[in-house]
Nanobody, 125 residues
Framework: QVQLAESGGGLVQAGGSLRLSCAAS????????VAWFRQAPGKEREFVAD??????????KYADSVKGRFTISRDSAKNTVYLQMNSLKPEDTAVYYC????????????????WGQGTQVTVSS
């Protein structure tokens, strides 16, 4: 079982920055992945970014809508994954969730087994 807890959400003006954190209780395998998803009111949950690791290798995947603005990273000593969000836009407003799974090539929500409770990000214009 993997327990995830997000933090770092809040209210920010357009053009500002926030850093979200996703702390995990443990990762049961040497290879794993963590993704960030977001869900705006009335919309489906959408993929934002994914970081996967296997031994010394780390791989990254981003949604086109956040490329160049968001950066996903990991602190293995703290079992924590971060999402640095820069140049925020009002359309980035959503509840942000982190999710974990064994590595894979698909980035749909149902590809991830474990989920956090979410943290609200609101970007004002």
């Amino acid at each position: 079982q993997v327990q995830l807890a997000e933090s770092g959400g809040g209210l920010v003006q357009a053009g500002g920055s926030l850093r979200l954190s996703c702390a995990a209780s443990r990762y049961p395998n040497i290879a794993y992945r963590v993704a960030w998803f977001r869900q705006a009111p009335g919309k489906e949950r959408e993929f934002v970014a994914d970081i996967s690791w296997s031994g010394p290798y780390t791989y990254y995947k981003y949604a086109d809508s956040v490329k160049g603005r968001f950066t996903i990273s990991r602190d293995s000593a703290k079992n924590t994954v971060y999402l640095q969000m820069n140049s925020l836009k009002p359309e980035d407003t959503a509840v942000y969730y982190c999710a974990a799974a064994i590595p894979g090539n698909s980035y749909r929500a149902n590809d991830y087994r474990y989920w956090g409770q979410g943290t609200q990000v609101t970007v004002s214009s």
